[in-house]
Structure formats: structure tokens, C-alpha cells
């Protein structure tokens, strides 16, 4: 979907561009991910394990910008990326269809400045406005910080997946999901 640009303060007094993401914006997302995956213990994948191509990405944007339900909101400062917030479909069935996926990082540096909080506000209104009622995602329960925001923004924990991230020296991670209705 596309997404009008807006702009917003930090805590800091920074402005900051909030829009969808484009696909002239594949090579800064990639570098994203694997900057993001070695910042945290809390994402999905080691940086090692981010191999997708810049035309991939693109693809993956334009998909993006295509789908009527689905958003990347990206945030910029000073035309930097600092983070991305995505809205995605659970999955494409009618009984599934008021179910919708969240998902937020940030540069660490950018971390604690009310921008995550303004990004996952602005998504949650946009999958209200599209039809969505019930938002969900998924946080590592050792993520307090993340979980306060989530927390103070409405999302309720609904449960534990025990051990669900393994990492390289054996030790293990549990996730709490999270859902909150719109």
C-alpha cells in the first residue's frame, strides 16, 4: 500500500519523515538487517544469515506497495534511514482476514526516543482504517523495554513459546506473544 509521507518530533526534537518503503530504498534496508540482527539477541536471524539481493528487496517493496492491506513504513532522519515498521496479512484466508502480523526495529541509537512508539501507532491505525480488528507479534521475553512500549500501547501477552530462538553457544529464548485489538 501507499502510504503518505508525514513527519513527526522525537523525544529529542528531530524530525522525522515516516513513509512507505520504496524499492529505491533496497540497498539501506539491507544493510538494515544486518546491522539490526548483530545491534540485538531479539531478531530472527544472525547478520550472516541476511543474503537476500538488493533486486529481492525491491521485489519485496513493490509487493508491498501493491498489496492493499500490507504496509513497510520506513523512518528517516535527515533523509537516513533509522527503522521500519511492517504491517502484513496473517495469511489470505476470509477466517484469518481480521488477523494482521506487526513487526518494528530501530538502529539501537534510536532506541528510546519515541520513534518506534510513533511508527507502531501509525500502523496500527492504518490496519484499523483497512479492516483489520486484531493485531499480534511476536517479542522475546527477555525484550522488557519492547514489551513495555507494547504494553503501554494497549497489546496484551497471551503466551509463551518456550526455547524459541537457539543460539550459537547452546543457550535458548523464550517469545511471548502479543496481541491487541483494534
Same mark, same amino acid.
Given at each position: ?64 506497495i501493491d498489496a492493499e492491506r500490507e ?16 504491517? /502484513?496479512?496473517?495469511?489470505? &484466508? ?8 506487526? !513487526?518494528?526495529?530501530? *538502529?539501537?541509537?534510536? %532506541? ?20 483489520y480488528e486484531q493485531a499480534e507479534l ?14 503501554? /500501547?494497549?497489546?496484551?501477552? &497471551? ?8 543460539? !550459537?553457544?547452546?543457550? *535458548?529464548?523464550?517469545? %511471548? ?6
Amino acid at each position: 500500500m501507499v502510504f503518505g509521507e508525514i513527519s513527526i518530533k522525537d523525544k529529542l526534537g528531530r524530525t522525522i519523515i515516516l513513509r512507505n518503503a520504496r524499492p529505491e530504498d533496497a540497498d539501506d534496508l539491507v544493510k538494515y538487517l544486518k546491522v539490526t540482527s548483530a545491534e540485538t539477541p531479539y531478531l530472527i536471524r544472525e547478520p550472516e544469515e541476511i543474503t537476500i539481493t538488493k533486486e529481492n528487496e525491491e521485489k519485496f517493496l513493490q509487493a508491498k506497495i501493491d498489496a492493499e492491506r500490507e504496509l513497510m513504513l520506513i523512518a528517516l532522519i535527515d533523509g537516513r534511514h533509522i527503522g521500519n515498521c511492517s504491517l /502484513m496479512s496473517i495469511a489470505p &484466508y476470509k477466517r484469518y482476514r481480521h488477523r494482521c502480523d506487526v !513487526a518494528i526495529a530501530l *538502529y539501537k541509537e534510536y %532506541c528510546g526516543c519515541g520513534i518506534g512508539t510513533a511508527m507502531l501507532q501509525t500502523v496500527l491505525n492504518v490496519a484499523k482504517e483497512v479492516g483489520y480488528e486484531q493485531a499480534e507479534l511476536e517479542v522475546m521475553v527477555e525484550n522488557k523495554n519492547a514489551i513495555a512500549v507494547y504494553e503501554k /500501547m494497549g497489546f496484551e501477552k &497471551y503466551g509463551i513459546f518456550p526455547d524459541n530462538m537457539k543460539y !550459537a553457544d547452546g543457550s *535458548y529464548m523464550d517469545a %511471548c506473544w502479543m496481541m491487541k485489538k483494534l
